[in-house]
């Protein structure tokens, strides 16, 4: 069973920025597509950037493209959200996911079976 651990979630003034962090307890998780997604209270969960085991390929929601930035260290096991120009509109919880194919947004979410427990991030206006 795959371990994912995000953390870096917090509460940040509209315009701000914050970076999560998603860490994976195996070492073999390195070969995985990464991803990330969040659920604001009262929505479904929805796709938000995915990045290949590699780097080389990334995606974005279009809410968050030129804004969000997914990025990998292989070496620390380890996933990042950059997230600048934050807007209250990206209050939610965010979830890293491991899968072995790449994530898109139209990706079943039901299909993919390692999910971190989860990081609380919140914009004020």
């Known amino acids: 069973q795959v371990q994912l651990v995000e953390s870096g979630g917090g509460l940040v003034q509209a315009g701000g920025s914050l970076r999560l962090s998603c860490a994976a307890s195996?070492?073999?998780?390195?070969?995985?597509?990464k991803g990330w997604f969040r659920q604001a209270p009262g929505k479904e969960r929805e796709f938000v950037a995915a990045?290949?085991?590699?780097?080389?390929?990334?995606y974005y929601a279009d809410s968050v493209k030129g804004r969000f930035t997914v990025s990998r260290d292989n070496a620390k096991n380890t996933v990042y959200l950059q997230m600048n120009s934050l807007k209250p509109e990206d209050t939610a919880v965010y979830y890293c996911?491991?899968?072995?194919?790449?994530?898109?947004?139209?990706?079943?979410?039901?299909?993919?079976?390692?999910w971190g427990q989860g990081t609380q991030v919140t914009v004020s206006s």
């Open positions: 996911a491991a899968h072995r194919g790449l994530m898109r947004s139209e990706t079943p979410q039901a299909l993919i079976a390692s």
């Open positions: 195996q070492r073999s998780l390195s070969t995985y597509n």
């Open positions: 990045i290949s085991w590699s780097g080389d390929y990334t």
